[in-house]
């Protein structure tokens, strides 16, 4: 399992942007990335979705806790839609836990881990990282992102203790 970088030339714009809504980077366990692929996989050929609960937004700081897979009501190779049902008992159980959607998580089966034009428009969570794992290779990759009034901000990922 591949973290997608952000290429040098990226970097570079990316460090001259002041609006970036941060974070410049976050961490996951290894654990956690080794799940949201095996979710992934076991979707396949349909996008896989759910979301990575936290402490607190990873732009203040916030830490990933865990993962928590949701059915995708879609049952799409092309799209993801989060089971309302699974959305609303996730909502609940980490308001009342105190918590917060970390990051927003889904599959592309067949493309790179990038967020397509329809993932942008859905994207209601601005607070949240939308990560993306991709299946297109034989290596799963996984690369993570902001969305915040549809512009797309790359974060990079680092698999590991951070």
């Not at 095996?38 to 996008?47: D, K």
Request: proline share 9%.
């Amino acid at each position: 399992m591949r973290a997608t970088q952000v290429s040098g030339d990226a970097s570079a714009s990316m460090a001259a942007m002041p609006d970036h809504p941060g974070p410049a980077f976050v961490s996951l366990d290894p654990t956690l990335v080794e799940a949201l692929v095996l979710h992934a996989r076991s979707e396949y050929p349909n996008e896989m979705c759910g979301v990575v609960v936290g402490d607190r937004p990873a732009a203040d700081g916030g830490m990933a806790l865990r993962w928590e897979a949701a059915r995708n009501r879609a049952a799409s190779p092309m799209r993801y839609d989060i089971h309302p049902d699974d959305l609303y008992r996730l909502t609940v159980e980490t308001d009342d836990a105190g918590e917060v959607f970390w990051a927003i998580v889904h599959s592309h089966t067949h493309s790179p881990p990038r967020p397509s034009l329809t993932d942008i428009g859905l994207a209601f969570y601005p607070d949240a990282l939308y990560l993306l794992v991709s299946l297109a290779d034989p290596e799963p990759s996984l690369a993570a992102w902001r969305i915040v009034g549809g512009e797309v901000f790359p974060v990079e990922l680092v698999v590991g203790k951070g």
